[in-house]
């Protein structure tokens, strides 16, 4: 079982900066696991945003966030993080963390479907004012 939690996120105005991050606790194989951003705003549903692999950490994100948003991790720390730079009104929802534990076994990875995850965080606001 692993469980994350999440912090970070905030109101800020267009233009700023949040940064998210994601740690994982329990027992966990953090290194070897695939980590996942989505956000869902009111009334959405629940979107891909960035992911990170678990070898050389290979970074993919929506077409929407690219160039503005960085994923990253510490494998020490056991802490996915979500860098937001340059956020936009239509950034704001509720950004989820998620962990993919059987793609370094099976050496696929669907990173932008929610059905690839199996463990979520709780979910943090962040809301971007004009």
């Known amino acids: 079982q692993v469980q994350l939690v999440q912090s970070g996120g905030g109101l800020v105005q267009v233009g700023g900066s949040l940064r998210l991050s994601c740690a994982a606790s329990?027992?966990?194989?953090?290194?070897?696991?695939?980590m996942g951003w989505f956000r869902q705003a009111p009334g959405q549903e629940r979107e891909f945003v960035a992911a990170i692999t678990w070898s050389r950490g290979s970074t993919y994100y929506a077409d929407s966030v690219k160039g503005r948003f960085t994923i990253s991790r510490d494998n020490a720390k056991s802490t996915v993080y979500l860098q937001m730079n340059g956020l936009k009104s239509e950034d704001t929802a509720v950004y989820y963390c998620?962990?993919?534990?059987?793609?370094?076994?099976?050496?696929?990875?669907?990173?932008?479907?929610?059905?690839?995850?199996?463990?979520w965080g709780q979910g943090t606001q962040v809301t971007v004012s004009s």
């Open positions: 998620a962990v993919d534990s059987v793609a370094y076994y099976s050496g696929r990875y669907n990173y932008r479907s929610v059905n690839e995850y199996e463990y």
């Open positions: 329990g027992r966990t194989s953090f290194a070897r696991y695939s």
